[in-house]
């Protein structure tokens, strides 16, 4: 079985109301993609779509894409894990090279959010949960993430200030990042203001800073087996470690409340796959739809022990110069969130770092990264760890 590499990685701009169609929004990061990998359309055998169906107002996007991308006749697959999509796409186009079925595969994610309205969003938000047990109840995400956060807090001392710092941190590099939603600086005092719009509160102890915004964008990456990779690419990227779990969409079922049982089982598979440790690791990309989640990624993923996600904060070692630089992009806090585009952003930034064409945001020397996306609350979990 042959070894999988990434060749090409691309993604459009994330903006709040895309002008165009679904699929001229899918062609800029597919443009992007061929563009950054030097190959056409024509050099690729199979395609994988992924987006969140339920914000789609094109039934079956698969299809429409290959024709407009130019991929036909080649197979199209549709992926769908809620916000984790595009890394489960990228699991399957490593599995379709691996097994040999096919040579060089794109992963499509997108998502066009503004097509329905705030209210339909937030509906199908909802129906992510049990539509039996539980959202007839009215959860929304912000009120999921926020019972994370409040156990998090009665565990381990976890304070909102905590949680503010990160915020902090992703605006200090999303103002670096041109394809993001939100550039603007971020303060501490921000979310102490009670005139300041980043101190409102959405699902205590959660506020509007606290939590990442829908967004239209689209993404692409190229996948190739070892052999079509050393052909037509310079600096590949290979594919490590791939970590995949799952856990009881009603969470009565569960009984961890200050992580995400997903994201250690994935990790714990993609480390092990990998031959690798969380020190290994030289730069990640986590999932970071809201600053707990991002707190959690760090003891989830070994980076500190259960509780340590604070001290790894407050003492910057995620920041770009730190021990484990984390979502130095701007993360979704910054970039948006486009439910079937994020995984593949996040994969993108990572092979960026990778090939040394990460400017502003390069981590020095970076030759190991990781990954970390979740559908749902913590419903499905990917980790996925890359190496130049």
Partial sequence: MTDVAIIGAGQSAFVRAFPGSVRELAFQGFSDATGHAGITAAQIDASVVCSAPEYDLQRSPAGVFAEYLGLNPGP??????LCSSGSTGLKLAYSLIRSGLHDVVAVIGFQKMSEISSAETQERMGRGADIQWESPFGTMMPAYYAMYARAHMDAYGTTPQ??????????????????????????????????????????????????CANADGSSCIIVA?????????????????IGAASAPVNLAGRDLFTGLAVARQAASQAYDMAGMRPEDIDVAEVHDCFTIAEMMAY???????????????N??????????????DGG???????????GGSQIRTIVLQLRGEAGDIQVP?????????????????????LAR
């Fill in 332 to 342: 979704l806090l910054s970039k948006g969130h486009p439910i079937g585009a994020t």
């Fill in 299 to 313: 003891e989830d993923l070994g980076f500190a022990e259960p509780g340590g996600g604070r001290d790894l904060i």
């Fill in 225 to 241: 087996s070892a052999e079509k990779a050393r052909a037509l690419c310079d600096k590949p990227v290979w594919i490590r470690g």
């Fill in 162 to 211: 905590d949680l503010a710092a990160i915020r902090v941190k992703a605006a200090t590099y999303g103002q670096l990042n041109e394809r993001a939603v939100y550039r603007k600086a971020v303060t501490p005092e921000m979310f102490t203001d009670p005139e300041n719009r980043m101190s409102g509160s959405v699902a205590s102890p959660l506020r509007v800073g606290d939590c």
């Fill in 365 to 385: 020397d970076a030759a190991v990264g990781l990954v970390h996306n979740i559908g749902g609350v913590g419903l499905y979990g990917n980790v996925t760890i």
């Fill in 76 to 81: 199209t697959f549709y992926v769908e894990t």
């Fill in 315 to 328: 003492t910057r070692q995620t920041y770009l110069d730190g021990r484990i630089p984390v979502n130095v």
